[in-house]
């Protein structure tokens, strides 16, 4: 059910779309000795890290709160760096931690040059950093260009007169019809959900454009003078030693300059498509997706590298917010590779197949491997905007065992993995059941209660089985979730069978073994509707071979034969709870939901 659109509409629509909406044992794992990290910290180690990186990200807020005022903060961050470095992760995107008035918790920012108050401080920020880095953890920042808050100085000057040299840093335009006494219609029909992408300025007697919420201004694109401003905020947070950034709603900076109106959207039999709040739905394809956007990537990205050309290069990366209708929409936001955009766009067609359907990943996972060109896929399955995987993918009754197939998926089919906090330890969606509790304004408030907003995928991490589960001595800005009695990171951190356990010994296999970080994916048993199966191989290493079962039921696989090897005995890697270790190719049995990876001898 998750519309995968190109532009913000789509992205709004994701939100609110997505808004509708035993014990385990692992055994086996031969490689569970402590994790043999890569020495970083030389431009040569350090190059090109992002290829088999696992980068998690954080959501501040809900992290650790070390002052007692509810919300997480960069302190609680650095104290967990540790907890970070044993998972194996390479890298942590946080998301926005500038001041922001939070019409959208961050992501309405007011100063880019700065750390909001009741996250921290400068101070703070680089001692996380340099932390972060002894630990070799990159921290990637959120870089926010499409839009500001409208309590950002450059918008309280844009909006202060029609001739303040900030007027042009927004989009502003007459009404239609306007007269001395009334604003006339907005310029055109674009929205969504019945509401206006424009909102009528009384004093200065225009209209300014707003994508999302009328507290987030879009900025001007068209107006040179926004680049060059964005160029000097990345260097500036270069010099503080970021090692990167993931751009935010990035397919939509440019709009239609003609400012045409939209056609709506007509289903196969040619009827209105409504929207669930009952308006009929617009194509929206002049909102965003203009090419524009590609030459302001390139040229970031080549600032970017020319930042760091003689002392570090390769080292940075650029993430992208996207949401491409498939994969080579994807393939456009690498760019060309003498003139490249995107190190890392992510891979939305993977994420959001919402449905475990053996032949669609199939079908998508093979492509991320022949239709990218060669460039490296970023594998997501959670973020702070979707409910997590239990809603998404879950039964109800194997929700952890289901967790292993993705986990898997995400972790063991190579080019790098993004997770989301608290996926590690089978944090389940829990959004708020009273409208007076929801703190998503954006999402939750005005469509109560067929949305519920975001807030169910943003709740606190889950340390302990303790008051407000270890995240804070006072009172949490959104309430703990009762799971947190059973699953928290103090229960399963000694518990060979916990999902915590297994993300570990994922992640340490990512990293370690040669087939996992430098083969390539071959799809095997293609006919199979119930199991996925792969290898991958590269010339002069083991090959490795995954298998996951997507269904309830137990399941057996026969993998030899071509393109498997022949023959060949297996050693088991990693596998389900309960799971025999078979010993040959042809005989693999799985338990219902059941996950295997061995390599062959
Ligand atoms: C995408 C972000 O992930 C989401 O949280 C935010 O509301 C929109 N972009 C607008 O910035």
Known sequence: MHPIGRSKFNVALTILSLMICSATGLEAASVTQPNKRQTVGTAASERNWWKNAVIYEVYPRSFQDTNGDGIGDLNGITEHLDYLQKLGVDAIWLTPIYPSPNADFGYDVADYRDISPEYGSLDDFNRMVAEAKKRHIRVIMDMVMNHTSDENAWF???????????????????GKGETASSQGAPPN?????????????????????????????????????????????????????????????????????????????????????????????????KEGDFPQVHTVMRQMRAHVDA?????????????????????????????????????????????????????????RIAESETKLGGNVPLLVFDNHDQPRMDVRYGDGVHDVAIQRVLSTILLASGGASLMYYGDEIGMKTTPPTRKEDVKDRMGGLANWPRFKGRDGERTPMQWTDGSNAGFTTGSPWLPVPSTAASVNVKAEEGDPGSLLTWYRTLIHLKKTIPALEQGRNTMLDTQNTKVLSW???????????????????????????????????????????????????????????????????
């Open 307 to 363: 930042f760091d050309a003689n002392q570090f290069p390769g080292t940075r990366v650029l993430i992208g917010e996207l949401f491409a209708r498939d994969t080579s929409d994807l393939l456009k936001w690498y760019g060309p590779p003498q003139t490249p955009e995107f190190e890392l766009p992510m891979d939305m067609p993977v994420a959001f197949i919402n449905k475990l359907d053996v032949a669609t990943f199939r079908e």
């Open 535 to 601: 290898m991958r191989r590269a010339p002069g290493i083991p090959v490795v071979l995954i298998s996951v079962n997507f269904t309830a039921e137990p399941q057996t696989v026969d993998l030899a034969g071509p393109p498997a090897p022949a023959n060949g005995a297996l050693k088991t890697l990693l596998k389900s709870p309960g799971e025999s270790s078979p010993s040959r190719l042809e005989h693999i049995e799985l338990e219902p939901f059941g996950v295997y990876i061995g390599q062959v001898q």
């Open 156 to 174: 309280v000057q844009s909006r202060s007169s029609r001739t303040d040299p900030y007027r042009n840093w927004y989009v502003w335009h007459d």
């Open 189 to 285: 029909n674009w929205g969504a959900f019945g509401r206006s992408s424009w909102e009528w300025d009384a004093e200065t007697r225009q209209y300014y454009y707003h994508h999302f919420s009328v507290h987030q201004p879009d900025l001007n694109w068209y107006n040179p003078a926004i680049e060059q401003e964005f160029k000097e905020i990345v260097s500036y947070w270069l010099n503080l030693g970021v090692g990167g950034f993931r751009f935010d709603a990035i397919e939509t900076l440019f709009e239609d300059p003609n400012l045409q109106n939209e056609a709506p959207l007509l289903d196969k039999n040619g009827k209105p498509v409504l929207d669930p709040s009952g308006h009929p739905r617009l194509q929206r394809t």
